[in-house]
């Protein structure tokens, strides 16, 4: 029977391909498809009679892949394909014979591929208090989106400020060996017998660079006792910032501000504390599916490979790990901390809304990844080499945006280019914009990273001077402002370990200012961090920031600071074992010929920049 059909998509699709009136043929296809929400998989897969779920176009792919004389084109409609269940593609599903095989919008339409369920029957529940309410069934979710805005979970203080995320409670400190309890303010805990599912109540705490949530388990007098395994992690007491700002979240007692959400779990009802500019009905979409696209082979010898990904939305993706587990990770949102040996467990990197694993020339680009539980988009682990990620626009992304966690020498020859990432760590504030572990000979050029609470671009995966997998690593014409909003240590550039060829360059940092909550680490334009050596930071602009240059805790020698521009002050830290020479120090704004060229040519090139929105879809 399938075999029956093929041959007829054979002679269908073939004719297609060669008949000039027909839109979007690129010259080298051979075979194409069509699907759109309001086709049907009964269907041909012709433009006029298009298929209606992206799996059955990929399952149609598959049976045809072996005979490849050209690339594969599967035209995107526009319109909203709702997911239950990520969308897997592995070497089943590769191209073959040099070819490749083409996910792509049809031009000037927007095909939306949505992890999220909407969520219907609201009801009014507290009408003096502005409260609805609907049933969820078995949804798990932390995050919802109310007319295309990001809601708000219930905690307390309220949040005052979408940057650094404020209000905050101060003067908190971890104490003891583990099990760590947290000691508060009395005044603080004075309703807690109140919180009607304290099990279910997070702390979250901020630290220097890092965010940290745990559940809470018991609260005897002013010590706040947290559930396993958060109580075991090393990192609870990890270079505890004095004072450590924190918040309460997840109680119903909590839901008094616009915006604000609780998601009772005994109930299964979701709880919303309208905002002034909603209107009625309400559109609530609440995630439900961890990873939306997942770019997979097999193994290392099996990869998924010569696939492209183009023009496609991505949104509402999930991710409930926290629940369970509570939020405990060293640095930047990459993996958890592994308890027993208190060192990161690359077994459980945090996922992302488009995922690769063992892939080999993939690429994304021209795709818009939005509202995302997690990451944006990332490399998580095996093999990962020659992937190009460009000119995407990665926006409201609860984790990081644009990661390569990899550490394999084999993951050579990656590519992020042309990317705009912004409002990144919207809920895991420790995220970096763009990160990339130890993989070697990897490309960042040409990147606009704006509106972050931490670090906007890093790379390297190690605190000493030894060798690793890291290398070549180039850092170039890249746009980064506005961030480290909440957190210290960190700045526009930040990077660790031995990294042989690293050239930092070109770079257009600048307006990056301090928050009142972080702590008195350094905050720098490129900061160079444990381990550093052998890398070469040159030819950078770095405007308006408190210090230009960090690169003072060890090992750290034989980096080269030439031939910069600055307004601030050199360096915070600048261990004498770098060298530092032909600097400028511009006052005044009288920035030279040269800067300026660095400037303008720094970030996304020509239609692949994007204006900024300032936010305001974002929460
Ligand atoms: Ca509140």
């Not at 394909?81 to 070497?91: A, G, H, K, L, T």
């Not at 809920?427 to 960042?444: E, H």
Request: net charge negative.
């Amino acid at each position: 029977m399938y075999r029956v059909i093929n041959i007829c998509f054979f002679g269908i699709l073939f004719s297609s391909c060669v008949t000039p009136m027909f839109h979007d043929v690129d010259p080298a296809c051979t075979f194409e498809f069509h699907v759109a929400p309001t086709g049907s998989d009964k269907n041909p897969g012709t433009e006029a009679k298009p298929f209606q779920t992206i799996t059955h176009a990929r399952d149609s792919v598959a049976k045809i892949t072996g005979k490849m004389t050209g690339d594969i084109v599967v035209y995107l409609h526009g319109g909203t394909y709702e997911i239950s269940e990520p969308v897997v593609f592995d070497s089943n599903d590769s191209g073959t014979n040099g070819h490749k095989v083409i996910y792509k919008a049809v031009t000037g339409q927007t095909p939306i591929v949505s992890g999220g369920k909407a969520i219907k029957n609201w009801q009014l529940h507290d009408k003096e208090k502005n409260i609805y309410k609907a049933a969820v069934g078995d949804l798990t979710f932390r995050q919802i989106y109310v007319n295309g805005v990001r809601g708000i979970r219930a905690r307390t203080p309220n949040r005052t400020n979408e940057v650094t995320l404020e209000g905050y409670l101060l003067g908190g400190a971890v104490t003891g060996k583990a099990p760590y309890q947290f000691k508060v303010n009395p005044a603080e805990l004075k309703c807690w017998e109140t919180w009607s599912n304290l099990a279910e109540v997070e702390v979250v705490m901020v630290s220097h660079w890092k965010q940290k949530r745990a559940r809470i388990a018991s609260i005897a007098g002013n010590l706040i006792n947290f559930q396993e395994p958060e109580s075991l992690a090393p990192t609870m007491n990890h270079l505890e910032q004095g004072g450590t700002p924190h918040w309460y979240e997840n109680a119903v007692e909590f839901l008094d501000a616009e915006g604000e959400f609780y998601l009772d779990t005994k109930t299964d009802t979701l709880f919303y504390k309208l905002r002034t500019e909603d209107t009625l009905p309400l559109e609530v979409i609440a995630p439900s599916v961890e990873t939306l696209f997942d770019i997979r082979g097999a193994s290392s010898s099996n990869r998924v490979h010569d696939l492209v990904f183009e023009g496609i939305t991505f949104q509402h993706s999930n991710w409930t790990r926290p629940n369970t587990q509570g939020y405990q990770v060293w640095q930047s949102a990459t993996w958890y901390c592994n308890l027993n040996t208190s060192a990161l467990d690359s077994s459980i990197p945090i996922p992302a809304a488009v995922q690769l694993a063992n892939a080999d020339k993939v690429e994304i680009r021209s795709c818009t990844v939005r509202q995302t539980g997690a990451h944006g988009i990332a490399a998580v682990k095996d093999v990962v080499s020659n992937c190009l990620i460009s000119a995407n626009l990665v926006t409201d992304i609860a984790a990081g945006g644009i990661y390569l966690l990899l550490n394999d020498a084999q993951s050579t020859g990656n590519k992020v280019v042309d990317n705009t990432v912004e409002y990144y760590g919207m809920c895991y504030s420790d995220s970096c914009g763009i990160l990339v572990a130890r993989t070697p000979d990897v490309a960042i050029l040409h990147n606009e990273i704006r509106h972050g609470r931490y670090t906007g671009i890093s790379t390297g995966w190690s605190w000493d001077d030894k060798e690793s997998t890291a290398r070549n690593h180039d850092v170039g014409y890249n746009l980064i402002h506005r961030t480290m909003g909440l957190h210290d240590d960190g700045g526009g550039i930040y990077t660790l370990g031995k990294i042989p060829g690293m050239k930092i360059h070109d770079n257009y940092i600048h307006d990056i200012v301090r928050s009142a909550f972080s702590g008195n680490y350094g905050i720098c334009g490129i900061y160079l961090d444990n381990g550093s050596c052998f890398k070469l930071v040159q030819d950078n602009v770095i405007e308006n920031v408190e210090a230009t240059f960090f690169s003072g805790n060890k090992p750290n020698y034989k980096n080269t600071f030439d031939r910069n521009y600055h307004n601030g002050p050199l360096a915070k830290i600048m261990d004498k074992a770098n060298i530092v020479t032909n600097n400028t120090l511009v006052v005044d704004s009288k920035w030279p010929a040269e800067a300026v060229k660095i400037m303008k040519e720094a970030g996304p090139r020509g239609a692949y920049r994007r204006p900024d929105t300032s936010g305001k879809s974002q929460r």
